[in-house]
């Protein structure tokens, strides 16, 4: 990519209309949004990041921090830098979560 330098007053209006739009988008923070993740894939092995999470666990990215912290979701199974878990856990705290929607609905789902 090549970079034009451009003299005062010569485009200044293209300029200040591209750096308006710049302005506008500073400090905004990165939104992430939930990646649907199939039950089929849960059967195998693999791993899950937090977006993963967000689609199965319905909630926002830090809502799943937040869970992680209370102890309502399990801890990632590693990271490199980024944090991930073996489908086999949450597959395993999904089930767990299964068992106890059962027996607060009296058991009839």
């Not at 200040?16 to 739009?21: F, H, I, L, R």
């Not at 319905?58 to 830098?81: E, F, L, M, V």
Request: aromatic fraction near 8%; proline fraction near 7%; charged fraction near 20%.
């Amino acid at each position: 990519m090549a970079v034009q330098f451009v003299k005062p007053g010569v485009g200044a209006i293209d300029c200040a209309e591209s750096n308006a739009v710049v302005a506008d988008t500073v400090g905004l923070p990165y939104k992430v949004s939930a990646k649907p993740v199939s039950m089929e894939y849960l059967r195998g092995p693999g791993s899950l990041r937090v977006q993963h999470l967000m689609y199965l666990y319905n909630c926002s990215q830090s809502a799943i921090y937040r869970k992680i912290k209370a102890g309502h979701i399990p801890a990632p199974t590693g990271t490199d830098p980024r944090p991930w878990w073996s489908n086999e856990v949450i597959r395993q705290h999904l089930k767990g979560l299964d068992a106890i929607n059962c027996a607060s609905d009296g058991g009839v789902k």
